[in-house]
């Protein structure tokens, strides 16, 4: 699992498991956001990565976002999510690109 910083409070992560939970609670990360549609080819249900966010303490969210086609209520809800989240926040999908990318678009809209 690679975690890349974006900024103080959020960074991104490719698909993600059960197993990654525990290193990304040590890591200091208070809330995990699911960015990829369960129905993708090779996703993780995120009901299971849900289950093992929860058991470590953690916040969780899924807000599933179609690559290639972020809407704007995708925006809305992942700014109404970050800015109810307790941060540090890491985001995932297939490769953290589309994370970053609605990030970047939620930073637009909120400048």
């Known amino acids: 699992m690679e975690i890349r910083q974006i ?8 698909q993600i498991g059960a197993e ?6 040590d ?4 809330s995990v956001v699911c960015n990829r549609p369960d129905s993708e080819e090779g996703a993780v249900p995120h ?8 058991a470590a303490g953690l ?13 704007q209520d995708d925006v809305s809800d992942m700014a109404a999510a970050l800015a109810a989240l307790p941060k540090p926040v890491l985001a995932y999908c297939r490769t953290g690109g589309r ?10 809209t909120a400048g």
Not at 27 to 30: D, E, H, L, S, W
Not at 47 to 54: G, H, S
């Open 27 to 30: 890591a200091g990360f208070r």
């Open 47 to 54: 009901d299971q990565v849900e289950a093992a966010v929860r």
């Open 7 to 14: 900024d103080q409070d959020f960074a991104v992560a490719g």
């Open 59 to 71: 916040e969780f969210r899924f807000i599933p976002v179609v690559s290639g086609a972020v809407t």
């Open 99 to 108: 994370c970053t990318n609605l990030y970047g678009l939620v930073q637009q």
């Open 20 to 25: 990654h939970v525990q290193a990304i609670a």
